[in-house]
Protein backbone atom coordinates (compact mmCIF):
# COMPACT_ATOMS: atom_id res chain seq x y z
CA UNK A 1 0.00 0.00 0.00
CA UNK A 2 1.09 3.24 -0.68
CA UNK A 3 1.85 5.83 2.52
CA UNK A 4 0.66 8.72 0.38
CA UNK A 5 -2.87 9.51 1.21
CA UNK A 6 -5.37 10.06 -0.77
CA UNK A 7 -5.42 13.79 -2.70
CA UNK A 8 -7.86 15.75 -1.09
CA UNK A 9 -9.12 18.76 -2.93
CA UNK A 10 -7.77 21.66 -1.42
CA UNK A 11 -10.52 23.64 -0.51
CA UNK A 12 -10.36 27.20 -2.17
CA UNK A 13 -9.79 30.66 -0.21
CA UNK A 14 -12.85 33.04 -0.03
CA UNK A 15 -12.96 35.16 -2.33
CA UNK A 16 -12.61 38.56 -1.03
CA UNK A 17 -15.84 40.94 -0.57
CA UNK A 18 -15.71 43.62 -2.79
CA UNK A 19 -15.78 46.93 -1.45
CA UNK A 20 -19.13 48.95 -2.21
CA UNK A 21 -17.62 51.99 -4.30
CA UNK A 22 -18.37 54.79 -2.68
CA UNK A 23 -21.05 57.24 -4.30
CA UNK A 24 -20.00 60.70 -5.05
CA UNK A 25 -22.15 63.39 -3.89
CA UNK A 26 -23.56 64.98 -0.37
CA UNK A 27 -25.30 63.10 2.10
CA UNK A 28 -29.17 62.92 2.21
CA UNK A 29 -29.47 64.67 5.66
CA UNK A 30 -27.56 67.28 4.44
CA UNK A 31 -29.30 67.66 0.87
CA UNK A 32 -32.50 67.78 2.86
CA UNK A 33 -31.27 70.51 5.37
CA UNK A 34 -30.17 72.92 1.45
CA UNK A 35 -33.69 72.11 0.21
CA UNK A 36 -35.04 73.16 3.20
CA UNK A 37 -33.24 76.32 3.71
CA UNK A 38 -34.10 77.19 -0.34
CA UNK A 39 -37.77 77.03 0.30
CA UNK A 40 -37.85 78.88 3.39
CA UNK A 41 -35.69 81.83 1.63
CA UNK A 42 -38.40 81.45 -1.46
CA UNK A 43 -41.02 81.85 1.22
CA UNK A 44 -39.34 84.91 2.80
CA UNK A 45 -38.93 86.89 -0.37
CA UNK A 46 -42.39 86.33 -1.40
CA UNK A 47 -43.77 87.39 1.79
CA UNK A 48 -41.16 90.28 1.56
CA UNK A 49 -42.49 91.22 -1.80
CA UNK A 50 -46.22 90.83 -1.15
CA UNK A 51 -45.49 93.18 2.44
CA UNK A 52 -43.92 95.79 0.08
CA UNK A 53 -46.57 95.99 -2.27
CA UNK A 54 -49.74 95.72 -0.37
CA UNK A 55 -48.99 99.24 1.13
CA UNK A 56 -48.21 101.22 -2.11
CA UNK A 57 -52.03 99.28 -3.07
CA UNK A 58 -53.87 100.88 -0.27
CA UNK A 59 -52.12 104.09 -0.39
CA UNK A 60 -53.44 104.76 -3.62
CA UNK A 61 -56.87 103.62 -2.85
CA UNK A 62 -56.93 105.86 -0.03
CA UNK A 63 -55.81 108.95 -1.79
CA UNK A 64 -59.25 108.54 -4.16
CA UNK A 65 -61.40 108.12 -2.03
CA UNK A 66 -60.18 111.50 -0.15
CA UNK A 67 -59.88 113.32 -3.68
CA UNK A 68 -63.87 111.54 -4.32
CA UNK A 69 -64.69 113.05 -0.99
CA UNK A 70 -63.45 116.38 -1.33
CA UNK A 71 -65.33 117.10 -4.81
CA UNK A 72 -68.58 115.89 -3.01
CA UNK A 73 -68.35 118.38 -0.11
CA UNK A 74 -70.78 121.23 -0.19
CA UNK A 75 -69.69 124.99 -0.77
CA UNK A 76 -72.04 128.07 -0.74
CA UNK A 77 -71.70 130.56 -4.11
CA UNK A 78 -73.26 133.84 -3.22
CA UNK A 79 -75.26 134.80 -6.62
CA UNK A 80 -76.69 138.07 -5.72
CA UNK A 81 -78.15 140.53 -3.36
CA UNK A 82 -80.61 143.18 -4.49
CA UNK A 83 -84.03 144.59 -4.67
CA UNK A 84 -87.07 143.43 -7.13
CA UNK A 85 -90.21 144.60 -7.42
CA UNK A 86 -93.74 142.53 -7.42
CA UNK A 87 -97.15 143.69 -7.79
CA UNK A 88 -99.00 140.83 -6.88
CA UNK A 89 -100.86 142.26 -4.16
CA UNK A 90 -102.26 144.78 -6.22
CA UNK A 91 -99.67 147.31 -4.48
CA UNK A 92 -95.58 147.75 -5.62
CA UNK A 93 -93.45 146.17 -3.38
CA UNK A 94 -89.60 145.62 -3.61
CA UNK A 95 -88.17 142.90 -2.12
CA UNK A 96 -84.33 142.81 -0.67
CA UNK A 97 -83.67 139.57 -1.58
CA UNK A 98 -80.22 138.10 -0.74
CA UNK A 99 -79.52 134.40 -2.94
CA UNK A 100 -76.89 131.68 -2.33
CA UNK A 101 -76.25 128.10 -4.20
CA UNK A 102 -75.22 125.17 -3.08
CA UNK A 103 -73.12 123.31 -5.23
CA UNK A 104 -70.71 120.78 -4.65
CA UNK A 105 -66.69 121.28 -4.63
CA UNK A 106 -66.11 119.47 -7.98
CA UNK A 107 -68.55 121.82 -9.33
CA UNK A 108 -67.55 124.95 -8.27
CA UNK A 109 -64.59 126.22 -9.83
CA UNK A 110 -62.18 129.07 -9.14
CA UNK A 111 -64.39 130.62 -5.87
CA UNK A 112 -62.07 133.56 -5.93
CA UNK A 113 -63.83 134.94 -8.75
CA UNK A 114 -67.17 135.77 -7.03
CA UNK A 115 -65.01 138.08 -4.16
CA UNK A 116 -65.45 141.90 -4.17
CA UNK A 117 -63.23 143.21 -7.10
CA UNK A 118 -62.35 140.23 -9.13
CA UNK A 119 -61.87 140.44 -12.53
CA UNK A 120 -64.37 139.37 -15.11
CA UNK A 121 -64.71 135.53 -16.05
CA UNK A 122 -63.70 135.01 -19.07
CA UNK A 123 -66.85 135.13 -21.74
CA UNK A 124 -68.36 132.42 -22.70
CA UNK A 125 -68.31 132.65 -26.90
CA UNK A 126 -64.29 132.97 -26.14
CA UNK A 127 -64.47 129.40 -25.97
CA UNK A 128 -66.97 128.69 -28.68
CA UNK A 129 -70.42 129.07 -27.38
CA UNK A 130 -71.40 131.22 -29.85
CA UNK A 131 -72.22 133.88 -27.04
CA UNK A 132 -75.65 132.03 -26.69
CA UNK A 133 -76.46 130.87 -23.18
CA UNK A 134 -76.86 127.25 -24.08
CA UNK A 135 -73.85 126.64 -25.54
CA UNK A 136 -72.02 128.17 -22.63
CA UNK A 137 -74.08 126.58 -20.14
CA UNK A 138 -72.03 122.71 -21.49
CA UNK A 139 -68.51 124.48 -21.19
CA UNK A 140 -67.11 121.69 -19.13
CA UNK A 141 -63.91 123.65 -17.98
CA UNK A 142 -65.86 126.39 -16.44
CA UNK A 143 -67.41 125.73 -13.07
CA UNK A 144 -70.72 127.27 -10.99
CA UNK A 145 -68.29 130.67 -9.55
CA UNK A 146 -67.01 131.19 -13.03
CA UNK A 147 -70.35 130.91 -15.31
CA UNK A 148 -71.86 133.18 -12.37
CA UNK A 149 -69.38 135.81 -12.71
CA UNK A 150 -69.63 136.20 -16.52
CA UNK A 151 -73.39 135.66 -16.77
CA UNK A 152 -74.68 137.84 -13.95
CA UNK A 153 -76.73 139.90 -15.82
CA UNK A 154 -78.47 137.04 -17.37
CA UNK A 155 -78.81 134.76 -13.97
CA UNK A 156 -80.66 138.37 -12.30
CA UNK A 157 -82.92 139.00 -15.22
CA UNK A 158 -84.14 135.55 -15.01
CA UNK A 159 -84.34 135.95 -10.97
CA UNK A 160 -86.21 139.06 -11.30
CA UNK A 161 -88.63 137.71 -13.78
CA UNK A 162 -89.45 135.03 -10.89
CA UNK A 163 -89.95 137.39 -8.31
CA UNK A 164 -91.90 139.98 -10.17
CA UNK A 165 -93.92 137.17 -11.31
CA UNK A 166 -94.29 135.25 -8.05
CA UNK A 167 -98.00 135.35 -5.65
CA UNK A 168 -97.75 137.53 -2.55
CA UNK A 169 -97.62 134.27 -0.24
CA UNK A 170 -94.70 132.71 -1.79
CA UNK A 171 -92.77 135.90 0.18
CA UNK A 172 -94.79 134.87 3.39
CA UNK A 173 -94.68 131.06 3.53
CA UNK A 174 -92.10 129.96 6.58
CA UNK A 175 -89.30 128.76 4.30
CA UNK A 176 -90.17 130.17 1.50
CA UNK A 177 -90.81 126.77 -0.11
CA UNK A 178 -92.43 127.79 -3.60
CA UNK A 179 -89.88 130.89 -4.53
CA UNK A 180 -86.71 128.56 -3.57
CA UNK A 181 -88.06 125.77 -5.89
CA UNK A 182 -88.64 127.93 -8.74
CA UNK A 183 -85.72 129.64 -8.48
CA UNK A 184 -83.77 126.35 -7.32
CA UNK A 185 -85.23 124.98 -11.42
CA UNK A 186 -84.59 127.95 -13.19
CA UNK A 187 -80.70 127.71 -11.65
CA UNK A 188 -80.65 124.20 -12.95
CA UNK A 189 -81.65 124.39 -16.28
CA UNK A 190 -79.46 127.55 -17.03
CA UNK A 191 -76.11 125.73 -15.33
CA UNK A 192 -77.57 122.00 -17.13
CA UNK A 193 -75.75 118.76 -15.81
CA UNK A 194 -72.40 117.60 -15.29
CA UNK A 195 -70.91 114.66 -18.25
CA UNK A 196 -72.08 112.06 -15.59
CA UNK A 197 -76.00 113.49 -15.19
CA UNK A 198 -75.99 115.01 -12.29
CA UNK A 199 -76.97 118.62 -11.01
CA UNK A 200 -74.66 121.38 -10.84
CA UNK A 201 -76.62 123.27 -8.81
CA UNK A 202 -77.94 121.37 -5.39
CA UNK A 203 -79.91 123.88 -3.79
CA UNK A 204 -80.67 127.34 -3.06
CA UNK A 205 -80.40 129.83 -0.25
CA UNK A 206 -82.35 132.35 0.33
CA UNK A 207 -81.10 134.06 3.91
CA UNK A 208 -82.72 137.14 3.24
CA UNK A 209 -86.11 137.99 1.73
CA UNK A 210 -87.25 141.54 3.32
CA UNK A 211 -90.28 143.36 1.64
CA UNK A 212 -92.34 146.70 2.18
CA UNK A 213 -94.52 148.55 0.19
CA UNK A 214 -92.84 151.83 -2.50
CA UNK A 215 -94.64 153.94 -1.07
CA UNK A 216 -92.93 153.62 2.47
CA UNK A 217 -89.28 154.30 0.95
CA UNK A 218 -86.72 151.86 -0.84
Same mark, same amino acid.
Given at each position: ???KAPDKKEAAPAPEAKAEPKKGGLPMKTIGMI $?????????? &??????????????????????????????? +??? $????????????????????????? /???????????????????? /?????????????????? &?? $??????????????? &?????????????? +????????????????????????? +??? &??????????????????
Amino acid at each position: MSDKAPDKKEAAPAPEAKAEPKKGGLPMKTIGMI $VGLLVAEGAG &IYLLMSMMGKPSEVKATELHEDHDAEGEKLV +ELP $VLSERFTNTSSGRLFVWDLELLVKV /KTKHAGDVSVLAKGAKEAPK /KDDHGGGGGEKGAAHEPS &IG $VAEELKARVAEIRTG &IGTIVASAQHPYFT +EPGRETLTRQILEYLQEVFKQDPQG +EQR &IQAVLIPKCLGFPSDFGG
